[in-house]
């Protein structure tokens, strides 16, 4: 364990990083699990380079640095996970923060309490309701509702509801009604997904150009003159080529597909 705790130091932010990505482990059990994992991935394909350099006639004396060079790889991308699951939980929490802000809002307006409008927000369905009922977990635990909400903006994935909690808790400390805050911020948010999605619009036009020309323009005509021009010079289509082709068409496809994904807005169209 002396040599996991000093990978865990070299990496001081983990803690809260587990904490924000919902990944029930400890920094320790974490690095622990992923360390022997890491291993088991870097000793296999330490042994596929094995028979490459067997066959290449290189020396064996290349495995060491080549398996202390995956297993880095290979455990830094075990880190990364972290970070991609806290960017899922940030886009599907920012999908429904404005209707769970307005709901909120609602019940606050309708005269409920702050306590019993946060209790009644986090029995509504999705993610952002469920980060709503940690709150309310935490109040049940004793801490005030200052400490709750400034626990929970510490460890919100979303900056968006992050904004939100900081408006409800910076008004309680001041003593003031949360319904005007939280209104402003809410407004203010609306703006900017309106923006976002503007600015999305202007993109997606953009990228449907390109994937007109590369994906259905390009193709169909290449292979339109492809067949032609064989028939001309009587080049024979074999089914080993056209089966390339429909492989880099898939690919291509898939593409665009991941780019017309990521760079959708993180609101709730």
Do not use: C
Request: aromatic fraction near 12%; proline fraction near 4%; charged fraction near 20%.
């Amino acid at each position: 364990m002396g040599f996991v705790n000093r990978v865990v130091s070299f990496f001081p932010a983990l803690k809260s990083e587990l904490r924000i990505a919902h990944l029930p482990y400890t920094p320790i059990q974490y690095v622990n699990k992923n360390l022997k994992e890491t291993a088991l991935y870097a000793f296999i394909s330490t042994i596929l380079f094995f028979f490459v350099l067997q066959k290449a006639k290189l020396p064996f004396l290349l495995l060491a640095p080549i398996f202390i060079i995956l297993f880095i790889l290979i455990f830094e991308y075990s880190l990364l996970r972290i970070k991609a699951k806290i960017r899922q939980r940030e886009r599907e929490i920012n999908k429904e923060v404005t209707f769970v802000g307005r709901y909120l809002l609602v019940k606050l307006y309708s005269g409920r309490p702050l306590l019993n409008a946060l209790i009644e927000t986090a029995s509504s369905r999705g993610i952002a309701s469920k980060y709503i009922k940690e709150v309310v977990d935490d109040i049940d635990t004793g801490n005030t509702i200052e400490d709750a909400l400034g626990n929970a903006m510490i460890y919100s994935p979303s900056d968006k509801l992050r904004r939100i909690l900081f408006h409800i808790n910076n008004a309680l400390q001041l003593g003031i009604d949360v319904t005007k805050p939280l209104e402003s911020v809410l407004e203010e948010i609306t703006r900017e997904e309106e923006l976002e999605i503007k600015k999305y619009g202007k993109k997606l036009n953009t990228l449907i150009i390109f994937y007109m020309l590369a994906a259905v323009i390009l193709p169909s005509l290449g292979v339109a003159m492809f067949i032609v021009i064989s028939s001309f010079i009587n080049f024979p289509l074999s089914l080993w080529g056209l089966s390339v082709f429909v492989f880099f068409m898939v690919v291509l496809q898939f593409i665009f597909i991941t780019l017309f994904k990521s760079i959708r807005p993180m609101v709730n169209l």
